[in-house]
């Protein structure tokens, strides 16, 4: 059964492993080599794990594996979102995106922002985020096209007269 728990510095090791993976295994059919390299290399960069640091995160775990995870920090940015290859397409995601929403509202924040990946992007659209650019991105030499994208949360009372 799936469960979704708080993210601890107990979890920031698996967390890079799995983020490494999940680029390199899951993202052939949007991304080349050279981008799926460079991308994966990120999990040994010190930002990585001082992301994992600064802001609040949930992870999913199947029995005893982690198989997931989200992140969202500070200025209601969705840092971090990915799912073990083997886990995909089977509502992980969602669910982890869906928690992490739900925290957003009770906190009372009236938006969320993020930067989509070509293979997260149809999750995040299917949960109301909508584009507001596209852009490139620069990572190692590699060039990356990547979405950036907002979700309304609340609606000011004035605009629903």
């Not at 640091?53 to 005893?64: D, H, K, M, N, T």
């Not at 924040?109 to 293979?119: C, G, I, Q, V, Y």
Request: hydrophobic content about 45%; some cysteine; charged content about 15%.
């Amino acid at each position: 059964m799936l469960n979704i728990a708080p993210l601890t510095p107990a979890d920031y090791g698996a967390l890079a492993s799995l983020f490494a993976q999940t680029v390199r295994q899951s993202t052939g059919d949007h991304y080349s080599v050279a981008q799926r390299e460079a991308w994966a290399q990120g999990a040994l960069d010190p930002r990585f794990i001082n992301a994992l640091r600064e802001s609040l995160g949930w992870v999913a775990w199947w029995q005893s594996r982690r198989i997931g995870f989200v992140t969202l920090d500070t200025s209601a940015h969705v840092g971090l979102l990915y799912v073990d290859a083997a886990h995909q397409r089977q509502g992980v995601g969602g669910s982890l995106l869906d928690t992490l929403m739900a925290f957003a509202r009770l906190q009372r924040l009236p938006r969320l922002e993020t930067e989509a990946s070509l293979l997260s992007l149809g999750l995040f659209l299917s949960r109301g985020f909508n584009v507001c650019a596209v852009e490139q991105v620069d990572r190692k030499g590699v060039i990356f096209t990547r979405h950036r994208l907002q979700c309304l949360l609340s609606m000011p009372l004035s605009s629903l007269q």
